[in-house]
């Protein structure tokens, strides 16, 4: 009898144990993974979570702060062919001679195995995004081959990536954002390599003038190591790091190559650089050089210079945004090409009293704000991207 109540009462140890393992996983059979920090245990804020201005206005404040971000690069297509394959060898049981039908991995093989680089793992949790972009893509064409990473999701992205054109790219700190920030339910599709090779479909309706979305390529500046004097990896005291101090950088530029459809496109081309210890001075710079009919923007000019032997505009919008367009007051450049020295737009700004004495630089993101395609899809693409500096 003794024997039989310690049985009872291991077993009921057992059970109770089990319970709590199921239940602190959530009820689901696999555990979600946390992705494992960068070098010297030191994890960079992953894809940062858009706080949006008041509608109309240009488009969201990246605040840098975590959100769980799905990590969509994994290229991995297999797991999403749910093992067609083995079907291939069964024909030739089935075929004592002539049998034609051994050769059925065409029909074996279905449409969506060519598209479906990896969109599975690139969403979370909308599970219609995962099946296969071409019955789920709500309009923008279907997921070609050859793209590493695709999706549709509103506020799904690409990464991280360790990109070699980013002076301070580190695998942690670099990513790619569809960013339907002002379109929530927007028919627009991401399809990425890295950040200087990647593009947009996107579909907003006719006329419209405000800001809907704002794809871009995305890069934190946060590992900032001040003992070193240039950016580095980041751990315990002293290797800590920073947002990058303007006053620090003895140059910043950007190279770029871009296509923005024209037509009946209200869009364009730009650099958002955010800052930190502004001081109540703008956080928030932007530089247009590809402008497919946007104009101002509805933006107040405060001033104009010509920097690196270039002719710019300087515009204000409220109180925290700056922006630099590309051409003499009235006019607004289509350059889809070439070389930017974001130092030298920064130094303007504080030698003229437009920017505080030490502020920092949090991120750096290039990409489209996109009002209107016309209302019909039109693809924006980017063939070549780099940030050099230090």
Known sequence: MRSRILALAVLAAVTAALAGTFASGGGSATAFTR?????????????????????????????RYPRPFPTPTSPGPGPTTPGPTPTSPAPGPTTPDPTPTSPAPGPTTPDPTPTSPAPGPTTPGPTPTSPGP???????????TGWQCATSDPSGGCGPYDYAGNVNSN???????????????????????????????????????????????????????????????????????????????????????ETTPRGGTIAQFAWDIWLSNDAGFPNEVMVWVDNSGR?????????????????????EYGTGEFIWSLGAPGT?????????????????????????????????????????????????????????GG
């Open 171 to 257: 695998s942690y700190n670099s990513y790619v954002s569809n960013n339907c920030w002002a379109d929530p339910g927007c028919q627009q599709t991401l399809r990425a390599n890295d950040l200087g090779d990647w593009q947009v479909t996107a579909n907003e309706p006719a006329g419209n003038t405000a800001v809907k979305t704002y794809p871009d390529a995305l890069q934190q500046m946060d590992n900032w190591r001040a003992d070193l004097g240039t950016w580095g990896s980041c751990g315990a005291p002293p290797t800590t790091c920073s947002d990058t101090p303007v006053a620090a950088l003895k140059s910043l530029t950007s190279n770029y190559a």
């Open 332 to 388: 607004f450049a289509q350059q889809s090409a070439g070389t930017v020295d974001l130092l030298a737009l920064l130094r303007w700004m504080q030698a003229n009293g437009f920017m505080a004495a030490n502020p920092a630089i949090g991120q750096i993101d290039a990409g489209w704000e996109i009002c209107s395609t016309g209302g019909s899809p039109e693809t924006f693409a980017v063939h070549g991207y780099s940030l050099s």
């Open 295 to 315: 104009g101002s923007g509805g933006a107040r000019q405060v001033g104009s210079a010509t920097i690196d032997g270039k002719a710019w505009t300087a515009y």
């Open 35 to 63: 992705r494992p920090c960068g070098p010297a245990a030191h994890c960079h804020r992953p894809f940062p979570r858009p706080m949006c201005k008041p509608p109309g206005h240009f488009r969201c404040h990246y605040p």
């Open 134 to 144: 071409g019955p789920t893509t709500p309009g923008p064409t279907p997921t070609p």
